[in-house]
T-cell receptor, first 111, second 115 residues
Framework: DAKTTQPPSMDCAEGRAANLPCNHS???????VYWYRQIHSQGPQYIIH???NNETNEMASLIITEDRKSSTLILPHATLRDTAVYYC????????????FGKGTKLTVNP | EPEVTQTPSHQVTQMGQEVILRCVPI?????FYWYRQILGQKVEFLVS????????KSEIFDDQFSVERPDGSNFTLKIRSTKLEDSAMYFC?????????????FGPGTRLTVT
């Protein structure tokens, strides 16, 4: 699986958009970009994933650059409950594929 | 909404004792996983399980560890002789059948404390 690089921490004001970047310059053609988050000591939670097109669901939007070397997770209106560690993971879309977690980005949403 | 459940939420055991951590994956899921997270560290993959056998295991998953799906609903992780360094949060996860999003659904975890 391709290595991803994320900033260790970010801050965001409540109600504002949180934009979390991820670099994955060695991603291969069959690897998807997955985002998970972990709210303090809870189990990781799936957010969104994409291959090359931008994706949106009820939680977030995922913007992937045309060369697929980086992506941005957007939480459009961050709330205090979005404070968590966010993980960007590149992996193939196989049913038995494990997730390889890095250190992620600790997002703190401030009142 | 269906969810993965894990019991107990916290297990305290003495070094050398056997522990069994239990998980009930989401009912129509086919792939099952155990991960662990030592306090302050990354979430680490232990083992994946499909069709009643191990698909993949990490270096951490040595002979002291075993997994079982005894009755078609539970998925267990057994540590035969616990060490102090086994103290961690243990997360179970499951994935729907092939063809869906393949995202993994995690349980709330079991905190294992070895004294």
């Amino acid at each position: 699986d391709a290595k991803t690089t994320q900033p260790p921490s970010m801050d965001c004001a409540e109600g504002r958009a949180a934009n979390l970047p991820c670099n994955h310059s060695t991603i291969s053609g069959n690897e998807y970009v997955y985002w998970y988050r972990q709210i303090h000591s809870q189990g990781p939670q799936y957010i969104i994933h994409g291959l090359k097109n931008n994706e949106t669901n009820e939680m977030a939007s995922l913007i992937i650059t045309e060369d697929r070397k980086s992506s941005t997770l957007i939480l459009p209106h961050a709330t205090l409950r979005d404070t968590a560690v966010y993980y960007c993971i590149a992996r193939t879309q196989g049913g038995s594929e494990k997730l390889v977690f890095g250190k992620g980005t600790k997002l703190t949403v401030n009142p | 909404e269906p969810e993965v459940t894990q019991t107990p939420s916290h297990q305290v055991t003495q070094m050398g004792q056997e522990v069994i951590l239990r998980c009930v994956p989401i009912s129509n899921h086919l792939y099952f996983y155990w991960y662990r997270q030592i306090l302050g560290q990354k979430v680490e993959f232990l083992v994946s399980f499909y069709n009643n056998e191990i698909s993949e295991k990490s270096e951490i998953f040595d002979d002291q560890f075993s997994v079982e799906r005894p009755d078609g609903s539970n998925f267990t992780l057994k540590i035969r002789s616990t060490k102090l360094e086994d103290s961690a949060m243990y997360f179970c996860a499951s994935t729907p059948p092939w063809g869906s999003h393949n995202e993994q659904y995690f349980g709330p975890g079991t905190r294992l404390t070895v004294t």
